[in-house]
């Protein structure tokens, strides 16, 4: 088969679709792999890489979407690869079709073959081509967390973890699914207090197997989170309702109960986010300030680590990439259901129920 991957040319996003690593497995089963100058160059990756790895490089966008089979890419198409994308066309990337109909009516007109990263999943509901991105996020929630309690950043001026003679900082988790341990994780090993919250009972005993006793875990109720608002100097959002809108855990008149400095980092922004206050950001300006709190709320997070996301997210998608060149899109997505639930729209027909039902008059 051959596989283009393009440069991706959505704002700041420095990711690409496949590592030289990744190439080198195609080419090692016969596939061609076409590969746009300097599509890796943000992730660290040179087109030397990828010669050597076996790959064509192409110069232009135009050369790999006219000569590939299947597309592989980071972030959904935007308008100005619309006209390139071919009748029969398989792609294999992020899409978010719920939250964009131009995009969904674009792909429909193309009768392209649309399978989403985001709705690959596992038999017990899992989604692993997500799960990495969540892992980094929940990292940097702490590290930029850090950062932002610095004084001259309008933080508190805390070192979260304390030196001898002076307590830690404390660290607040809403939601102790991926984001939330992870977060617990760093915001632990860089010494900080860390009390996690959750409302569900296993996620709570997990934690609290895994993580040393410096991680306290809580049920989550509107009455522990005032309570504890008052006195944490980092709180991370990371809660999450499958398919639907995030609560707003910290309300606007809450602000005030907390500490001037207080950093609140809202991973959950690209659900709506937990915070009332909470709007998206992005990396050229991250925060905003709201009654003396500092608010990070950048809803593509991963986008600034991109060598360790692009790393990352090509572990997860390089066996399934290497499952659809190898069988063709219908065997691979037959034989594999957690890969058959990709699918989104086929040949101008939307496939995948919850979207259906979300754009009932795109049904034909
Ligand atoms: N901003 C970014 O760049 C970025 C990157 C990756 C993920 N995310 C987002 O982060 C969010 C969390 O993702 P995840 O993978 O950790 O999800 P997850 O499903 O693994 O975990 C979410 C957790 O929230 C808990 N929860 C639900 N309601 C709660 C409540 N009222 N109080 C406390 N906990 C509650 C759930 O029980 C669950 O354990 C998602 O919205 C995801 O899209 C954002």
Redo the contacts with the bound molecule.
Sequence with gaps: MIIGVPKEIKNNENRVALTPGGVYELVKYGHTVLIQQSAGEGSGFVDEDYIQAGAEIKPTIEEVYASAEMIVKVKEPIASEYPLIRKGQVLFTYFHFASDITLTRAMIDSRAICIAYETVADDDGTLPL??P??E???RMAIQQGAKYLEKPIKGRGVLLGGVPGVPPGKVLV????????QAAKMAAGLGAHVTI????MK?LRHVNDVMPPHVVTEY?SEYNIRRHIKNHDLIVG?????GGK??K?ITREMLKEMKPGTVMVD?????GG?FETTRPTTHENPTYIIDDVVHYC??????AVPYTSTLALTNVTLPYVLKLANMGWEEACRKNKDLGKGLNIVDGAIVYEELRSLFPEEVA
């Design positions: 997500l799960t991105m969540s980094v996020a929940g809403l939601g102790a699914g991926v984001v939330g341990l919250l959750d409302i569900n996620r989550s990371g809660v999450l309702i499958p995030a609560p855990l991973v959950a922004v690209d659900q937990c950048v809803s593509n997070m991963p986008g």
